[in-house]
């Protein structure tokens, strides 16, 4: 059970009424959650999480002009993710988008309080690393060679460089993405700077670390991975410029 942090504040978002107010009930009889709002209509709920961000986001796959999905990848900083749809199919897309759980529709409160329960345990560790990052979450790679492994929660995972887009700073963590995975690294920059190659990866904002052999180009001080924009900060501008001219 999650221990004695604050209760996780939680959007629920389905265009469907009925379902928001099932997902609701559910979060009104877990202690550990408090329903912070819901919204049907998911355009109007991903302006308000850039104003108002949460702890957790209950979200249907299944909308229209937006999916659960799409909707997620606007996101700058997604909170936890739980979601929620009537069919099977989109597992492997949550697993890409690093979901914390997915419920088939229709949700049972035991299978809803496993979900929370995966959540609250996932922010508790976040927090817990956010106070002291581990140093050795990124395994110092062999010379020459072409992958290293990152410490995924207890387990070191594998991860090829030619697979990796970009490194997201968030907090006192780091997001590496892959083309496969979004991989939650309790880490920091400066030891992605150290660990990754410099023939290969570079530094082109705070918060991001690119693959240079992934960006597709250089528009408004941006460079675009794969369709993702990803900020270029003043700082950075010129050793980018420089190394875009090489090729």
């Known amino acids: 059970m999650p221990g004695s942090t604050p209760p996780l504040r939680c959007l629920v978002v389905d265009d469907d009424p009925l379902s928001v107010q099932v997902v609701l009930n559910c979060i009104a009889n877990t202690p550990f959650l408090v329903a912070a709002g819901s919204f049907t209509s ?4 991903a302006e308000s999480l850039r104003t108002d961000p949460v702890d957790l986001l209950f979200l249907d796959v299944e909308m229209p002009l937006l999916s659960g999905i799409e909707l997620l990848r606007t996101l700058y900083q997604p909170p936890l993710v739980v979601l929620i749809t009537s069919s099977k199919d989109y597992a492997v897309e949550a697993f890409e988008q690093a ?36 140093p050795d ?52 920059m400066k030891a992605v700077e150290e660990k990754f190659p410099t023939s ?5 904002h705070r918060s991001f670390i690119v693959n240079f052999d992934r960006i597709q180009a ?17 700082t ?12």
């Open 200 to 204: 290969r990866f570079t530094r082109v």
């Open 42 to 45: 998911p355009v109007e709920a």
């Open 218 to 234: 250089l528009e408004d001080n941006a460079v675009i991975i794969e369709g993702k924009h990803i900020p270029v900060g003043q």
């Open 236 to 247: 950075y501008l010129r050793e980018v410029m420089q190394r875009l001219n090489k090729f």
């Open 99 to 134: 979901v914390v759980d997915y419920l088939v529709k229709p949700v049972s409160y035991p299978r809803f309080l496993q979900a929370a329960q995966k959540a609250a345990d996932t922010a508790e560790r976040r927090a817990a690393a956010a106070a002291a990052p581990d």
């Open 137 to 188: 979450a990124i395994a110092a790679p062999a010379p020459d060679a072409d992958y290293t492994f990152v410490k995924v929660d207890t387990k070191l995972v594998r991860v090829n460089f030619d697979d990796v887009r970009y490194v997201e700073a968030l907090g006192d963590y780091v997001h590496v993405v892959t083309g496969q995975s979004k991989l939650i690294v309790y880490s920091t």
